[in-house]
T-cell receptor, first 114, second 114 residues
């Protein structure tokens, strides 16, 4: 069985603040893939990043960065200098061979205030 | 624009009605998915189709009936729904059903059952 926990249901920050969204996962597989998706008010989930279990390098893409730590089973997402357009629901997800399907966390609603 | 189009965007139906949701992808993908997103709950995978064949049915009630006539189109036929079926129904596609594939989502159909 696999499980994804996003303990932060809602986060509110003021524009230009940094914010970190937490994601903790559970799986017994040694090979697995972690994802982050963004769901703006328009409804469609948009892919942000994919990371496989053998690649623990952190990744930075513009204002976005991801911290993958197998020791704590976490795959946290940081937005630097947040902007109003970052307001959305963010989902962490996990897929491993034995589960054969993508399991999503319950999502974190991020609101960035001007 | 993710290349996955869902219609209608909004649907209100009575419990005795029959309606259908439509999904079309222009990405040349071979796998298509139906997800249900209820308030405050993780996305729930309902059905998976790979090369037009259903490969996953996550114990979905028979009042939801999927149809995949080709790799580009996916339907969800609805009949005698219950109020608790009110949710956002999301369609997604991917090149294959492998665990490392990222999904491309449509904007969803917001369904209200009265």
């Amino acid at each position: 069985a696999q499980k994804v926990t996003q303990a932060q249901t809602e986060i509110s920050v003021v524009e230009k603040e940094d914010v970190t969204l937490d994601c903790v996962y559970e799986t017994r597989d040694t090979t697995y893939y972690l994802f982050w998706y963004k769901q703006p008010p328009s409804g469609e989930l948009v892919f942000l990043i994919r990371r496989n279990s053998f690649d623990e390098q952190n990744e930075i893409s513009g204002r976005y960065s991801w911290n993958f730590q197998k020791s704590t089973s976490s795959f946290n997402f940081t937005i630097t200098a947040s902007q109003v357009v970052d307001s959305a629901v963010y989902f962490c997800a996990l897929n491993s061979g034995s589960a054969r399907q993508l399991t999503f966390g319950s999502g974190t609603q991020l609101t960035v205030l001007p | 624009e993710t290349g996955v189009t869902q219609t209608p965007r909004h649907l209100v139906m009575g419990m005795t009605n029959k309606k259908s949701l439509k999904c079309e992808q222009h990405l040349g993908h071979n796998a298509m998915y139906w997800y249900k997103q209820s308030a405050k709950k993780p996305l729930e995978l309902m059905f998976v189709y790979n090369f037009k064949e259903q490969t996953e049915n996550n114990s979905v009630p028979s009042r939801f009936s999927p149809e995949c006539p080709n790799s580009s189109h996916l339907f969800l036929h609805l009949h005698t729904l219950q109020p608790e079926d009110s949710a956002l129904y999301l369609c997604a596609s991917s090149p294959r059903t492998a665990e490392n594939e990222k999904l491309f989502f449509g904007s969803g159909t917001q369904l209200s059952v009265l």
